[in-house]
């Protein structure tokens, strides 16, 4: 536990960090993109004090803050329903044929990352696949990306790394950050978050757990961050 903290530190620390080999996630478009960007994770002392002083500060923020996308993110969460997806939602998945978007639900005093199937929210929880007909889908804003679409990409990894600039989108009681992370499984790919050493996701109706998978990985947006307002303005 002790060192999945400090890899989750290491990656809150560097969320400015950019590598530039990356493969794009493709958003609004029936196209997925597996990762290619294998970034070492720092190894920066005062970067992993500086960002484990903000993992500790999460919890007080609020449940709903601690997953909320900063303004000045290239995405945000849109609330929907009964296997609504909201126009250019980011794509996390694919299996049988359709893509699946990256969704969140609320459940058991925690939020949690999984993909949209049919009408609801799919995620894993407690060994078994949870499904929310009440959800969120992380959207990206089109006058961003298609100016800087390296902001939003998954960058590979295992057995509990998260890579610089990983986006924090959910937590659950124990665990102040949950990376989103997408693994292959049955000739798909699927949508979950890292936990411990493994990205857990559902199939099935179960909670499966890959050593295997990529991280979604989300820089701020460099205009925004300077100046306050957005790059299209």
Not at 112 to 135: I, R, S
Not at 147 to 155: N, Y
Request: charged fraction near 15%; hydrophobic fraction near 45%; charge should be positive.
């Amino acid at each position: 536990m002790k060192k999945l903290l400090c890899l989750l530190a290491f990656g809150l620390a560097n969320a400015f960090s950019l590598p530039t080999s990356a493969a794009t996630l493709a958003i609004g478009a029936a196209v997925y993109l597996p990762p290619t960007d294998r970034s070492n994770i720092p190894r920066d002392k005062a970067a992993a004090d500086e960002a484990a002083a903000l993992t500790a500060a999460l919890p007080e923020a609020g449940a709903d803050n601690a997953a909320a996308a900063p303004a000045d993110f290239p995405v945000a969460w849109v609330t929907a329903a009964n296997g609504m997806v909201p126009a250019n939602a980011i794509i996390g998945g694919k299996e049988s044929g359709r893509t699946l978007p990256v969704c969140r639900a609320r459940y058991n005093q925690g939020v949690h990352p999984g993909k949209v199937v049919g009408k609801n929210c799919n995620f894993a929880y407690a060994g078994k696949e949870v499904l929310a007909p009440q959800y969120d889908v992380l959207v990206g804003k089109p006058d961003v990306l298609t100016q800087i679409p390296q902001l939003v990409r998954w960058v590979a990894a295992q057995g509990g790394q998260v890579p610089p600039g990983a986006f924090f989108g959910a937590y659950e009681p124990g665990r102040p950050v949950l990376p989103i992370c997408q693994a292959p499984y049955q000739g798909g790919v699927h949508v979950g978050k890292v936990v411990a050493g493994n990205c857990n996701f559902g199939y099935g109706g179960r909670e499966l757990l890959s050593p295997q998978y990529a991280v979604l990985v989300i820089g701020r947006n460099p205009v925004m961050s300077a100046t306050g307002t957005s790059a299209s303005k």
